[in-house]
C-alpha cells in the first residue's frame, strides 16, 4: 500500500531493474542470533515481488511473506512457485501495520525498502512506522533480529545521480523517509535492542542498470525508483529535456559520472540491524 505509487503497475516492471543487495548483511544480522540461520523463519515484510525471499530461501529454515499490494505479491509467489505454500513458504496479503502472523511466531524480520511508503504524520511524526515497528516486535521471538533496508537523509540527498533533476520530488521523499535516528529510537521504544549500522558502499538498488543516463527517459526504468513517482509533470518533462539535451552533445555520460561521485563515498542504502530485547 502506498498513497504515492502505483504498485499495481511498477510491480510490473520491478525486476527489469531492482535487484536484491547487501544480502551478505541480512544474513550476517541474523546468523548473530542464538538460532542457526538454516532453522530460522525469517518474515519478509513489504515483500514486493520477493526478490529478498527467493535470495535468501537456500540460507534460511523457513520464510513468510507479506505485502498489500496483490500485485507484487502475485509476482513474488510466482518467483517463489516451487516453495510456496509448502512448510517452508507461506504468502499472504496484509498491511505491516497489523501484520497477519502470529505473536512470537518467527526468528527474524526483514523490512527492506518499505517504511517510506507510510504516510508521515502532519506535524512529521512517523505514527505508522512506530505502529509497524510494534507490530515487528510481536511477531518476533525474543532474542530473534530486525534488520530494516532504509537510507539516510544524505543517502537521499546524494545517493543517486539522477536526483538533482527532480529536485522536489527528491525532497518529497526525504520528507517521507524517517531520519535513522529517529528511526532508532522509535525502534528502542518499540523494545528493540543493539542497533547496528551497516552500508553497503559498492551497491546500487538498480544494479547493472543504474548508471544507465538514459534510462529516466524510459516509464519502465523510473519504476525502479519511487523517487520518480513523485516527480510532477512539469518537474518529469524538464528533467528528461536535461538528459536529452546532455544527450545530443555527447556530455550525458560524464554527466552521470560527475553526478554519482558522492554516491560511490556514502553508499545508497544503510541496514539497520536490531535485537528483540
Ligand atoms: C519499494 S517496494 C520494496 C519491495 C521489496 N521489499 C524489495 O526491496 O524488493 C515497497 C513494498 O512495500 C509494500 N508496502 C507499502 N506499504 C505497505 C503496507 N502498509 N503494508 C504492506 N505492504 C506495504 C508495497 O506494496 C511494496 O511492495
Known sequence: MSDYEDYGRTAQNYDRTRVPIGLEIVTGSLSAAR????GQTVLDAGCG???????????????VLVDANRQ?????????RDAVNTSRVIAAAGDLRALPVATASVHAVMVNQALHHLPPDQDGAFGAVEQVLRECRRVLRTGGTLVIQHCSQEQ?????????????????????YVPLDQLVE?????????????????AVVQGDSYLNGRGPLSSWWRDGDSTWSLASATELDAALA??????TRGEL???????????????????VALTAG
Do not use: C, M
Not at 193 to 198: G, H, Q
Open 35 to 38: 538460532w542457526p540461520l538454516s
Open 49 to 63: 515481488t520477493g526478490s529478498y525471499s527467493r535470495a535468501l530461501l537456500g540460507d534460511v529454515g523457513a520464510l
Open 72 to 80: 507484487a505479491l502475485g509476482r513474488a509467489r510466482e518467483k517463489l
Open 156 to 176: 537521499l540527498r546524494h545517493g543517486g545521480w539522477y536526483l538533482d533533476l527532480i529536485p522536489d520530488a527528491a525532497a518529497e521523499i526525504r520528507r517521507r
Open 186 to 202: 522509535l525502534a528502542t521504544s518499540a523494545g528493540f535492542e543493539d542497533p547496528r549500522r551497516f552500508v553497503p558502499l559498492d
Open 242 to 247: 536535461r538528459i536529452r539535451e546532455l544527450d
Open 253 to 271: 555520460n560524464a554527466f552521470v559520472e560527475d553526478r554519482d561521485a558522492p554516491r560511490r563515498r556514502i553508499g545508497q542504502v544503510t541496514f
